[in-house]
């Protein structure tokens, strides 16, 4: 998010356009909690996880009189343009509040990769690299018992986090909200196949939205006779300096987000596809639904064994 905040205010500044941070989302567009920024004020940033902006869920801004209050503070200040980075929600906001008048741009923020419009949301790739490198250590204990790990990550409704860092460890199953599951067919015999062709210690990578990594974890202690230990690596997979690909993007779309206000185009989201960087309109990105990589999640399936 700060690679974006850099982007965004320097090839503006650059460009002769004021720009203004506010503090914690919608929640500082209501409440006036705004600052000038200038070139200077987003140094030393890139590198850094978070926000140097702070960021807040907002239920006012789910309300008409919190969109009107967030109008009145624009037009106030002399705002023109809001620049929203984040998932679905943060676009929604957008969309209200360009059809309030003011214009939008959206840049797809989130470490869930659950943005349907875009093959890429900046901050995925931090966050599986995160989880990846955490596995690994919890790998080396369970090599070391010849023991099961049972590893929950984050994302919420969409198992990209699962299914990239599952590829990534060698997972010996990978549970996603986007595929039905049956413990004893997609665990159990997964488990025995690789004990039969000598596998002494197992990983499996479970989508936080299933929710019950302490039933999968018994199931196999149970059944198998394999002793096995729940992990849950939580909001590690948001923080920490973020990767170069993360960086990369974020610094792009920043700049792309900045080209387009300068053409006079207005209220699009940025986004990634087929590795290039494009827009399209919210009302068209808000209406498409997201597509589960199946085809990856098969192969995943072939290798890990
Ligand atoms: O949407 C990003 C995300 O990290 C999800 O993966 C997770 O479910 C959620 O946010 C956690 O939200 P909170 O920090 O508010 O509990």
Redesign the pocket.
């Known amino acids: 998010m700060n690679a974006v905040i850099r982007a965004v205010t320097r090839s503006s500044i650059l460009n002769g356009i004021r720009v203004m941070g506010v503090r914690r989302g919608y929640n500082g567009l209501i409440s006036g909690d705004i600052f000038e920024m200038n070139l200077r004020t987003v140094s030393d940033i890139i590198h850094r996880g978070g926000t140097i902006l702070y960021t807040a869920?907002s239920p006012e801004f789910k309300t008409s009189d919190g969109i009107s209050r967030a109008v009145e503070v624009c037009n106030d200040i002399g705002i023109d343009c809001v620049i929203a980075i984040g998932?679905d929600g943060s676009f929604r906001g957008a969309r209200a509040l360009s059809e309030a008048g003011i214009a939008c741009m959206c840049i797809p923020g989130?470490?869930?990769n659950?943005i349907a419009c875009s093959d890429y949301t900046v901050g995925f790739d931090t966050a599986i690299n995160t989880a990846m490198e955490m596995i690994d250590k919890v790998r080396d204990t369970a090599q070391s018992h010849d023991r099961c790990s049972v590893v929950e990550v984050?994302?919420?409704r969409c198992g990209d986090?699962a299914l990239h860092t599952g590829i990534a460890v060698g997972a010996t199953a990978i549970l996603v909200p986007e595929v039905k599951y049956d413990l004893e067919r997609d665990v159990i015999e997964r488990i025995k196949f690789t004990q039969r062709i000598g596998k002494k210690h197992f990983i499996i990578i479970v989508s936080?939205g299933l929710k019950n990594i302490a039933k999968i974890s018994e199931g196999i202690q149970k059944i198998m006779g394999i002793e096995s230990r729940t992990t849950i690596l939580g909001?590690v997979?948001?923080g920490g300096s973020p990767t170069v690909r993360d960086r990369v993007i974020a610094s792009e779309m920043g700049c792309y987000a900045v080209e387009l206000l300068l053409k006079g185009i207005e209220n699009r989201v940025i986004v990634v596809k087929k590795s290039e960087i494009v827009d399209i309109d919210i009302n068209e990105a808000l209406d498409m639904k997201k597509k589960f990589n199946r085809e990856l999640y098969e192969r995943a399936l072939k290798i890990s064994i």
Request: aromatic share 0%; no cysteine.
């Open positions: 869920r998932g989130t470490i869930d659950d984050m994302g919420r986090i936080e909001h997979q948001r």
